[in-house]
């Protein structure tokens, strides 16, 4: 298993040792602390960590990054590949100022473009421009090749199991 430990990924359970040596000691320090939860908080932060390196290196020779991926894969994945800017900032988990950002880097590589809204002409819809669809055919092999491998350490069953208990927890965040 991969842990990102001070910005560097290692991968043994051994290597995460110190950290989980200083939330014991936190733990021990600070009455009514659940050391469990705590240790799951940073798991899961060392995990995303990892996972988004991953997908930040594979993504950097094409001049993009996870979040500006992710945007092109919510307008993928949308049957009418359009989104408005507020739609996709909740898709994607981001601030609009942030996809705001975001949208004006996709339109100039072209990836991207801003269309007015049939309904309302005040609004303005983002659509996946042909060379953003290319773009995500082309990458999602090298992200599965790259990111989603680190999940093959689990069988079937395990990845059932943690996508139920993911998806349970993130129901608190409601």
Same mark, same amino acid.
């Given at each position: 298993? #991969?842990?990102?430990?001070?910005?560097?990924?290692?991968?043994?359970?051994?290597?995460?040792?110190?950290?989980?040596?200083?939330? @014991?000691?936190?733990?021990?320090?600070?009455?009514?602390?659940?050391?469990?939860?705590?240790?799951?908080?940073? %798991?899961?932060?060392?995990? #995303?960590?990892? +996972? &988004?390196? $991953?997908? @930040?290196?594979? %993504?950097?020779?094409?001049?993009?990054?996870?979040?500006?991926?992710?945007? %092109?894969?919510?307008?993928?994945?949308?049957?009418?590949?359009?989104? @408005?800017?507020?739609?996709?900032?909740?898709?994607?988990?981001?601030?609009?100022?942030?996809?705001?950002?975001?949208?004006?880097?996709?339109?100039?590589?072209?990836? %991207?473009?801003?269309?007015?809204?049939?309904?309302?002409?005040?609004?303005?819809?983002?659509?996946?421009?042909?060379?953003?669809?290319?773009?995500?055919?082309?990458?999602?092999?090298?992200? $599965?090749?790259?990111? &989603?491998?680190?999940?093959?350490?689990?069988?079937?069953?395990?990845?059932?199991?943690?996508?139920? +208990?993911?998806?349970?927890?993130?129901?608190?965040?409601?």
């Amino acid at each position: 298993m #991969y842990y990102s430990v001070m910005n560097k990924i290692t991968t043994t359970p051994e290597s995460f040792q110190p950290v989980e040596e200083k939330i @014991n000691r936190v733990c021990g320090r600070m009455p009514g602390s659940n050391k469990q939860n705590v240790l799951l908080v940073h %798991l899961v932060k060392h995990v #995303y960590a990892g +996972l &988004h390196s $991953r997908m @930040n290196e594979a %993504l950097r020779e094409y001049e993009l990054n996870s979040v500006s991926f992710q945007a %092109l894969m919510m307008l993928f994945g949308d049957p009418e590949r359009s989104l @408005n800017p507020s739609e996709l900032a909740e898709a994607t988990g981001e601030s609009r100022a942030n996809v705001t950002r975001i949208c004006d880097e996709l339109v100039a590589k072209g990836l %991207l473009e801003r269309t007015p809204n049939q309904d309302d002409r005040r609004r303005v819809d983002l659509r996946l421009a042909k060379a953003g669809e290319d773009e995500v055919y082309q990458l999602l092999p090298l992200l $599965r090749q790259r990111c &989603h491998v680190v999940f093959d350490v689990l069988d079937q069953d395990e990845k059932n199991v943690l996508e139920s +208990l993911l998806k349970r927890v993130l129901c608190e965040f409601d």
